[in-house]
């Protein structure tokens, strides 16, 4: 993998504030690349963007190649009394990193008043389509309802916090997707805080991306079933999670990448 890659993930990516940790920002470049290599094209979206770490990762691995979607209310204030709103430092985080932010490609509402043919619209069919919005139900099922709607033939879509005792809806949310698609849709990867689906015909295709891809070698590679489908359950090990955990506050993050190798 390339190394300014890897130093963007394991340090600068850090800076921003967020949810996204290595592995899923590994998983996430190794998906997007293998559709890259295949020229299976399209756009990308996200519906919750916080800070934008998740952002900022798309931007990096896809360089200016391609349209990269954003929707979120950004409606959380830092502080009372004047500080800088979620949008500003999210647009300032763009400027920081050297990936400025297309405000053109902003939908600054909730995702539930989106049509798939307004983003289908801005950006074309989406290849990878990340879910991080709202965590209830209703949220998840109009979410994923508007990601099905918007995919590319060969799109992903991912979704965040799912088994999360925390937020149980997103786990239902899932899986009543996946039931009311009768088999259009086939699970083919799972991490401690993500769950990766595709539609059925590229199932083979992405199980095989994520078992050889090199960047996932460092993890466990687990077998699980889910609604039908043989899922790769990939484990991050306590003792790497500690070690990575330890370089970080030990102020060593340039050399944290070393703990997934």
């Known amino acids: 993998m390339n190394s300014g890659l890897r130093k963007f993930i394991f340090h600068d990516l850090q800076t921003v504030e967020g949810y996204i940790d290595p592995p899923d920002a590994l998983v996430f470049l190794s998906l997007l690349k293998a559709q890259t290599e295949q020229g299976l094209d ?140 009768r088999g259009m849709f086939s699970t083919f990867c799972m991490t401690k805080y993500k769950t990766y689906v595709c539609r059925s015909q590229f199932y083979e295709f992405y199980c095989k991306v994520i078992s050889e891809a090199p960047n996932l070698r460092a993890f466990e590679h687990l077998e699980t079933q889910f609604l039908g489908s043989k899922v790769a359950r990939l484990h991050n090990p306590m003792h790497r999670r500690i070690l990575y955990e330890l370089m970080i506050r030990s102020g060593m993050a340039a050399l944290s990448e070393r703990a997934y190798r």
């Open 42 to 181: 399209g756009g990308i979206a996200e519906i919750g963007v916080f800070y934008g770490r998740t952002y900022f990762l798309f931007r990096k691995i896809s360089g200016d190649r391609d349209r990269i979607l954003a929707i979120d209310l950004f409606d959380i204030e830092q502080e009372a009394g004047g500080a800088a709103t979620q949008y500003d430092r999210f647009i300032e985080n763009g400027r920081r990193l050297g990936l400025p932010v297309d405000e053109g490609l902003m939908i600054r509402r909730d995702s539930m008043q989106v049509q798939a043919e307004e983003i289908v619209g801005k950006i074309g069919r989406v290849r990878f389509f990340s879910i991080d919005g709202g965590h209830m139900l209703h949220h998840v099922a109009a979410d994923s309802r508007l990601a099905a709607d918007s995919l590319a033939d060969h799109g992903i879509i991912a979704f965040d916090d799912t088994f999360n005792p925390a937020w149980p809806e997103v786990t239902v949310g899932m899986a009543d997707f996946l039931r009311e698609q």
